[in-house]
């Protein structure tokens, strides 16, 4: 089965970010659940998208990205707005763990740690 792809953002200053990312309906995160871990998340993106920051409506998730030394990408949480106004925060674990930059897509913007 092909997983769905999803979609958070996230404003810095004047640049917008994108954080493109699958969650798997496996396993690892059926077990996960029922232990009361936090779901795991595959990272598709993580790439700098000014030009269609004006098209990203506000009730797209936003996200933060936790990262261990070296700038290892260890946890994302990603934020939604609930009906009634409240932030609703999900901490999900990264399976694919790498670099914060190494998930580049679509125009690939940054320079990574040996550049």
Not at 76 to 83: F, G, K, Q, R
């Given at each position: 089965m092909t997983e769905k792809t999803l979609l958070a953002t996230k404003q810095l200053i004047d640049a917008t970010w994108v954080l493109t990312y699958q969650l798997p309906d496996d396993n690892i995160n059926k077990t996960r659940k029922e232990i009361g871990e936090p779901l795991e998340i595959i990272i598709i993106g993580h790439y700098r998208d000014d030009e269609q920051y004006q098209s990203y409506d506000s009730k797209v998730p936003r996200f933060?990205?936790?990262?261990?030394?070296?700038?290892?990408?260890?946890?994302?949480?990603?934020?939604?707005?609930?009906?009634?106004?409240?932030?609703?925060?999900?901490?999900?674990?990264?399976r694919n763990r790498k670099y914060v930059f190494s998930y580049l897509k679509k125009g690939e913007c940054c320079h990574g740690p040996n550049n």
């Open positions: 933060r990205l936790e990262e261990a030394p070296g700038r290892i990408v260890t946890y994302a949480v990603i934020s939604t707005e609930s009906d009634d106004g409240n932030t609703l925060n999900k901490r999900y674990r990264v």
